[in-house]
C-alpha cells in the first residue's frame, strides 16, 4: 500500500517482504493459506469440500492437511473427519483467548480497574506459560502498556462516531505451537478490518532491531487473521513524546509506523480516518 507521500505501508505484501528478506523463511504459500482460511472460517469442514472450494487435487488438500506446520498445530479433525480451526476468522476471534494473556473487547477491557486487568493478566500469561520474570521491569512494562491503552481509547470518546466498544484487545499474544509456528505480540487491537499488531518499548530513542521485532510477526498475523484483514505492525515508544514517523526496514522498500504513546491515535485515525468523520 503506499500512501499519499509514495511510502510504502508495512502490511500485506510488503511484511510478507520483511520476514523473506530478514529471515528468508517459507512463510505460506497462497494454497496453504486458502485452506487455513476456509478452515477457520468455517464450523467444520471437511477435506473434499475444500478441495471443492479451491479446485484443487483432493490429494494435493491432503498433503497440506497433514503436513502444513499452521494445520497440524492450528487445526484438528474431528470424529466425523470435519476439520476446524483453533482460532476463528471471524469477530469475535473465538479461540484467541486461549493463547493470550489478556483478551475481551475493548469495552470489557475499560471496565475493568487497574488491579483487576493486572490480576486478570498474569493469571492468564501464566497459564499461557508466558515467562513473568519481574527482574527488568516486565510488571511495570505491562502497566505502562495499559495506561497507553486507556489514553487511547479516552481520546476516542472525543470522536463522534467511532464505536469501538466492541473491538478486541489482546495483551501478552504467544502462540508457540512448534519451531515453524511461533507468533507473538504485545497488544493486538482488531477493527473492523484492521488489525493493529503494537510492539512497546519503554524508551524514547528508535533503535533498528526494535524496528525489526516491531515488523517480525506481522506476515504471521496476516495468516492468522485472513485475507480479509490488514495487520499494520507498530512501534509505540513509551518514554518519547510527541513522536510519529515512518522509519524505513532495512533491505526492504516498505516503512514502519514509529510513534509516542501520546501519538498512537494518529496512527490509527491515519488507516481509519477518525477526523474525517
Known sequence: ??????????????????????????????????????????????????????????????????????????????????????IRQARPHKGLEDFSGYYATVKEFLALGEEEWFGELLAGCKRIGRNLNDTRGLFHSFRDTAAVMRTLFTDLDDMDGVDYGDWE?????????????RIYADVLVVTEKYVFSLEFKMNDRIWEEEVLQAAKYSAYQEVLFGPDYDVIPVLVLTKADDLYRYVPLPRTTAELPVCAGNMLFNVLDEYLGFMEK
Open 169 to 181: 484487545i489482546v495483551f501478552e499474544l504467544r502462540i508457540k505451537k512448534s519451531r515453524a509456528v
Open 1 to 86: 500500500m503506499i500512501d499519499c507521500c509514495g511510502r510504502e505501508r508495512v502490511h500485506k505484501g510488503s511484511a510478507t517482504e520483511k520476514i523473506a528478506a530478514v529471515e528468508k523463511e517459507n512463510i505460506m504459500d497462497i494454497i496453504e493459506r486458502d485452506i487455513y482460511a476456509l478452515i477457520c472460517k468455517n464450523d467444520g469442514i471437511k477435506a473434499k469440500e475444500i478441495a471443492k472450494r479451491l479446485h484443487k487435487d483432493r490429494g494435493i488438500i491432503n498433503h497440506y492437511l497433514y503436513a502444513s506446520p499452521y494445520m497440524k498445530e492450528l487445526c484438528y479433525r474431528d470424529g466425523d473427519y470435519d476439520w476446524h480451526g483453533y
